[in-house]
C-alpha cells in the first residue's frame, strides 16, 4: 500500500517453531536461541532463527513482486510485543499517544526519528549496564527481518487465523489494545498483524528486487520509509504478512503508528 492509502491519521487528539509442512521455511537455529528480557521495562525479546524465506506475494499489490528469496544470514530478536507505552514513557519521559488510559497499549503517534531516538537511548542504557552482545545494538527491524519474523514459517496471507492474532477494523472498535491479548504467531510474536502498523528502518523501494537477495534492505534513498502489519482501523488486506507501506518522514506520525524494536548485529544507515 503506498502512503497509508487509506491515510494513517497524521494529527493525533483524540525456539523453535511448529508450522504446516506445506508451509514450512528453511531456517537454521540461533545460537543463542533464548529470549532475552530487560526486566524493569517489561520488555521481552524473541529469537528469530538465520534463514531463507519467499519475500512477497505474486497475488498482492504491485509493490509486493516480483517475489524476491531472502536470506537473512544472522539471527536476531524481536520484540515479543509492540513497544507500550509504559515502555516508552520510562526511556522517553513522556507519552505521545493518542489513545491512553493503559500502559500496556502499544504507543502511537511516534514518528520515525522518534523511534529511532527511543532505540538510541535504550541501545545506549543497556550497553552502558553491560547488558547487549557485543556488535549488537536496539533498532527497527528491516522490512525483510519484519516479513520474515512475522510469517514465522508460512507462506500464506497471514501468519494463522486473522480474527484470532489481530486487532483490525472488523473488531478493534477503532482503539488500539494491550499488546499480546491476541495468539501469537509460532514464533510468539504478538500483534503483527493489527493494533498498530509498525516503522521499519528502510527506506521504501516501489517494488521488490527480485531473484535472490542477502539481508535485503530497500532503497537506497527516498521519500518515505517502510511501515507494515496493518492497524486497528484498516481491513484485512493491510494486515497481510507481505503487504507494503510508504510513509512520509522525519516527522509523520498518527494513531495508528507505532513499533517493534529488534535486536541485531549494528549497521549504520
Known amino acids: 500500500m503506498k502512503l497509508l492509502r ?17 508451509e514450512q521455511l528453511t531456517a537454521n537455529p540461533l545460537r543463542a536461541a533464548e529470549p532475552r528480557t530487560v526486566s524493569d521495562l517489561g520488555l521481552t525479546l524473541m529469537p528469530i532463527p538465520a534463514g531463507s524465506f519467499d519475500m512477497g506475494s505474486l497475488d498482492g499489490d504491485g509493490d509486493e513482486r516480483p517475489v524476491t528469496r ?4 544472522a539471527g536476531f530478536w524481536m520484540g515479543k510485543t509492540e513497544v507500550t507505552q509504559g515502555q516508552w514513557r520510562a526511556i522517553m519521559g513522556n507519552n505521545p499517544s493518542a489513545f491512553k488510559g493503559d500502559d500496556q497499549r502499544p504507543v502511537e503517534c511516534v514518528s520515525y526519528d522518534d523511534a529511532l531516538a527511543f532505540c538510541r537511548k535504550l541501545t545506549e542504557r543497556e550497553r552502558a549496564a553491560g547488558r547487549l552482545p557485543d ?4 533498532a527497527l527491524p528491516t522490512e525483510a527481518q519484519w516479513e ?6 508460512t507462506t500464506g496471507q497471514y501468519a494463522g487465523d486473522l480474527d484470532t492474532m489481530a486487532w ?20 510468539g510474536l504478538h500483534d503483527m498483524h493489527g493494533n498498530v502498523w509498525e516503522w521499519c528502518a528502510d527506506w521504501y523501494a516501489d517494488t521488490l528486487p527480485g531473484g535472490s537477495v542477502r539481508d535485503y534492505t530497500g532503497a537506497s534513498s527516498g521519500s518515505g520509509r517502510t511501515s507494515r502489519g496493518g492497524g486497528l482501523s484498516f481491513g484485512a488486506d493491510a494486515c497481510r504478512s507481505a503487504n507494503r507501506n510508504r510513509s512520509g518522514v522525519p516527522n509523520v506520525y498518527g494513531g495508528s503508528l507505532g513499533f517493534r524494536l529488534a535486536l541485531a548485529p549494528e549497521v549504520s544507515r
Open 70 to 73: 531472502v536470506t537473512i544470514s
Open 168 to 187: 483490525y477494523r472488523a473488531n478493534s472498535g477503532s482503539q488500539t489494545h494491550p499488546v499480546a491479548q491476541k495468539q501469537a504467531n509460532a514464533w
Open 6 to 22: 487509506h491515510i494513517i491519521t497524521v494529527v493525533c487528539i483524540a525456539a523453535s517453531f511448529v508450522a504446516n509442512a506445506g
Open 148 to 153: 520474515y519474523a512475522c510469517r514465522a514459517g
Open 135 to 138: 556488535g549488537y545494538a536496539y
